[in-house]
């Protein structure tokens, strides 16, 4: 005689259930017992199995999704963003230099004398004297006005420029003689001044000297980065880039002590969620070098429970960004110049050496890789050099992918497709600077950024991600923009050919971070045998205006089959 099965724990039926299988079934329902998703179907076939211990969650027509994997998440370096780490100093919070002066002299007169003050978020692409006077650009003087005897250290939206003051350059040692280091650039005006301005790996020149939050504040602010995600329905990240090479970066939040927290927590059941890490052995303007003797430290670190936190690659800095003009590009900017690789090398032909070098090592050592690269030149160094890894020693399922992708081509599309190699995009930056990316590459080049459609139909598995906290952790704004294309400033559309679809968006933050982590067999989707990871949304999303996307509401989250979230 069979004992029958016992009753779900769970069941979430009446609604709207996007599987995001491989046909994208929707289904009414879906059953859950103890960490594991065990049917989906109809309303009257989920009700039927629920027993006396069952809770049955009425969804009255709303939407059920696969819990929300954000792929591309700087989780510890985002709960270090927020006070009493740093001052928010992003729109809209600020609109003006006036005003982020302002914020800066407030927290000059509440610290003791001479301690730092560190803030986060300035994009000029917001602030109006810029928007006036493209010539006009924050400078250390506007900060030395309010804080002359305080160093200052304020990071821009996209973490790759510092706007420090007199006082902070002056206690780390950069004066007129200091020079550019590799894969970075220190600013100066017309008259060879500093101003105050440092780009990419010179960015380390001052974040290095900013006091090292303990591993137990690390801790608190990964438990209360997570707290925040489940109220947005995530239950999964990718942590991109922890090590040795992440020592000098803001507060230390790329540094080896994160994966020391996330650890602790994991080792007492407090880590609740799913971490995904990429190891930085190598800070950007780093070497073939730095990668070997990173490994060598870093080893490849394990945790107590590999579903909540499991080290499965390696991150590489290729080149910068292109708000800063730092993205290595095959056309020049309209100003001028092409930008650069951020790797070690005197000329770019020995830096494409030692970037090809860098993913070798970490190839061969039997990591993923990740490799920072946003310019069409960069990218498809990147994407060859991959190749020429794989040819040397032969991985199958290595399953590396290119992170940001701003300006991929088609011939590296079709290369990474055929290989079965990813990209990673951020679709709300995207919708953040496309107003700003005109004036920085051209109307169509700027259009172009960010092609999710040309990558979809090369057959390149697409994964969408924030990377918090250069934009906020909210893939209901990613989704959005994936459909519509539009500028968050002026409504304006851009690249309106590269629009996807509602369901081709969902899996770029759902099934296919499942690929990117090596998961795509126990979750991602929601289907019998997948872990029971889920976001209830508050009203039905298919069909919906994709302009209200962002408004939608998470009702409830499921972790593990534990409700972690309840509005």
Known sequence: MTTPAPAPSLVLTGGQVLTVDREFTVTEGVAVRGRDIVATGTDAEMRALAGPGTRVVELAGRTVLPGINDSHLHGAAYGMTKPPFALDVAHPAVASIADVVAVVREAVRAARPGEWVVGLGWDPGYLAECLADPRRFPHRRDLDAVAPDHPVCLTDFSSHMVWANSEALRRCGIDAATASPAGGVVDRDGDGELTGILREAAQRLVQSALPTPSIAQRRAAIEGVVRELHARGITSYTEPGLGPGGTGTLL???????????????????????????????????????????????????????????????????????????????????????????????????????????????????????????????????????????????????????????????????????????????????????????????????????????????????????????????????????????????????????????????????????????????????????????????RPLLGIDPHEIPDVRVDLTVFDGAVVHER
């Open 252 to 538: 230390g939040g790329l540094s080896t002590d994160n994966w020391t927290a996330y650890a602790d927590l994991v080792a007492v059941g407090q880590l609740h969620a799913r971490v995904s890490v990429l190891l930085l052995p190598a800070p950007m303007g780093g070497s073939a070098e730095d990668v070997r003797k990173g490994l060598e430290e870093l080893r490849r670190p394990v945790s107590a429970d590999p579903r909540r936190l499991n080290a499965i690659g390696v991150k590489i800095f290729a080149d910068g960004v292109p708000p800063n003009r730092t993205a290595w590009m095959n056309e020049p900017y309209p100003g001028g110049g092409h930008g650069a690789l951020c790797v070690h090398g005197d000329s770019p032909a020995l830096q494409v050496e030692e970037l090809r070098e860098m993913i070798r090592i970490a190839h061969e050592a039997g990591f993923q890789l990740g490799v920072h690269v946003t310019g069409d030149r960069a990218i498809d160094t990147v994407v060859d050099a991959f190749l020429a890894a794989d040819t040397a020693a032969p991985r199958p399922d290595a399953r590396h992918y290119v992170i940001h992708g701003d300006f991929i081509g088609a011939d590296s599309l079709a290369k990474l497709a055929a290989h079965g190699y990813g990209v990673n995009m951020n679709p709300a930056i995207k919708w953040t600077i496309s107003d700003l990316m005109d004036e920085v590459v051209g109307r169509e080049r700027s259009a172009y950024q960010w092609p999710v459609r040309s990558a979809v139909e090369a057959g390149v598995r697409v994964c969408a991600s924030s990377d918090a906290p250069i934009t906020e952790p909210d893939w209901r704004q990613g989704v959005a923009a994936m459909l519509l294309r539009e500028s968050k400033a002026s409504g304006r559309t851009s690249g309106p050919e590269q629009r996807v679809t509602l369901s081709q968006a969902l899996r770029a933050y759902t099934a296919t971070p499942a690929w990117q982590d090596f998961a795509d067999d126990w979750k991602g989707t929601v289907e019998p045998g997948r872990t029971a990871d889920l976001c209830v949304l508050d």
